[in-house]
């Protein structure tokens, strides 16, 4: 079931066109990944599909309705870059408010505090919060009333690597439930393992929008295979197949997707000789570069604009 649907929607300023042509999907369960430089126009996206934007060209659809819709607010958590709430409330009176306001269920609030890992600082004043503190509460809104779309810019930010990661097992149980997931994050790396499509915007236009195997397939970027030998075996493999020596125990080698097996099956040769073999293909912060670095022509063809 598609939760959220963006068809060749484009936003103008004037004649400043900020967003061009992009179109995807999410669908239920779905975690989307949407990168791009500072003014690539995700943030843009995303108030359009929140409804706080007007729409220029294109349309925008959350469970089949116009965005802003009843329906729409409804089924839609958002978590803003930056979250700011009343210093003179505490976690839960401010949880205990946006659930009012989005008649949810007040009961949820104290499972949520207990999820984002508050429930110990919800009787605090928020004023006495880290933003790393904030950052939950802002989470935890979000969460409020099972939202079938989420919404997520920068929701990292402030969080330590144990909350971060935290986060991501949050991330994967409100997919585990159906929930479609489009977050925006600068913070490439923790990606990789944990979203299941990447959409990259450039200059408003979207230049990429696959899973990662196939947009390193995509990108033939090369990968590298490091290769851990016995020390006589070095200067063999070095002469026989090429590749950088490492602190005299390894070779490195690169090669493209398509001829990786059969270089494997050289280095397989090698017998008992070979201890060690690392695989390492491009990673995403390798792609973003990659495909953000379209020329102008390029992206004003993928946005058919």
């Given at each position: 079931?598609?939760?959220?649907?963006?068809?060749?929607?484009?936003?103008?300023?004037?004649?400043?066109?900020?967003?061009?042509?992009?179109?995807?999907?999410?669908?239920?369960?779905?975690?989307?990944?949407?990168?791009?430089?500072?003014?690539?126009?995700?943030?843009?996206?995303?108030?359009?599909?929140?409804?706080?934007?007007?729409?220029?060209?294109?349309?925008?659809?959350?469970?089949?309705?116009?965005?802003?819709?009843?329906?729409?607010?409804?089924?839609?958590?958002?978590?803003?870059?930056?979250?700011?709430?009343?210093?003179?409330?505490?976690?839960?009176?401010?949880?205990?408010?946006?659930?009012?306001?989005?008649?949810?269920?007040?009961?949820?609030?104290?499972?949520?505090?207990?999820?984002?890992?508050?429930?110990?600082?919800?009787?605090?004043?928020?004023?006495?919060?880290?933003?790393?503190?904030?950052?939950?509460?802002?989470?935890?809104?979000?969460?409020?009333?099972?939202?079938?779309?989420?919404?997520?810019?920068?929701?990292?930010?402030?969080?330590?690597?144990?909350?971060?990661?935290?986060?991501?097992?949050?991330?994967?149980?409100?997919?585990?439930?159906?929930?479609?997931?489009?977050?925006?994050?600068h913070a490439l790396t923790?990606?990789?393992?944990?979203t299941d499509r990447i959409?990259?915007?450039?200059?408003?236009?979207?230049?990429?929008?696959?899973?990662?195997?196939?947009?390193?397939?995509?990108?033939?970027?090369?990968?590298?295979?490091?290769?851990?030998?016995?020390?006589?075996?070095v200067e063999r493999m070095?002469?026989?197949?090429?590749?950088?020596?490492?602190?005299?125990?390894?070779?490195?080698?690169?090669?493209?997707?398509?001829?990786?097996?059969?270089?494997?099956?050289?280095?397989?040769?090698?017998?008992?000789?070979?201890?060690?073999?690392?695989?390492?293909?491009?990673?995403?912060?390798?792609?973003?570069?990659?495909?953000?670095?379209?020329?102008?022509?390029?992206?004003?063809?993928?946005?058919?604009?």
């Open positions: 079931m598609v939760i959220l649907e963006i068809e060749n929607v484009g936003k103008k300023y004037g004649p400043l066109e900020t967003v061009c042509g992009v179109s995807f999907p999410v669908a239920a369960g779905e975690r989307v990944a949407l990168l791009g430089h500072n003014g690539a126009g995700k943030t843009t996206l995303m108030r359009m599909i929140l409804g706080l934007t007007t729409i220029t060209s294109g349309q925008i659809r959350v469970l089949g309705t116009a965005p802003g819709s009843r329906k729409a607010r409804t089924a839609t958590g958002f978590l803003p870059e930056s979250v700011a709430f009343h210093g003179a409330l505490t976690g839960r009176e401010q949880l205990r408010h946006f659930a009012r306001l989005k008649k949810a269920p007040v009961k949820q609030v104290d499972e949520l505090l207990n999820r984002v890992g508050l429930d110990h600082a919800a009787d605090r004043k928020i004023r006495t919060y880290s933003k790393g503190m904030r950052q939950r509460v802002g989470l935890a809104q979000a969460l409020l009333g099972k939202p079938q779309l989420a919404l997520l810019d920068e929701p990292t930010s402030g969080l330590d690597p144990i909350s971060r990661h935290e986060f991501y097992d949050i991330v994967d149980d409100l997919a585990n439930n159906g929930t479609a997931v489009l977050l925006s994050s923790e990606l990789e393992l944990r959409a990259i915007m450039s200059k408003g236009a979207l230049v990429a929008n696959d899973t990662l195997s196939n947009l390193r397939l995509g990108a033939q970027m090369s990968i590298r295979i490091k290769v851990t030998l016995e020390t006589g075996a070095i002469s026989e197949i090429g590749g950088e020596r490492m602190n005299g125990k390894s070779v490195t080698l690169t090669c493209l997707q398509d001829e990786k097996i059969a270089l494997l099956g050289r280095i397989s040769s090698y017998g008992p000789a070979v201890k060690d073999i690392d695989i390492i293909p491009a990673s995403l912060d390798d792609l973003y570069r990659h495909y953000s670095q379209k020329t102008a022509s390029e992206i004003s063809e993928a946005a058919s604009c």
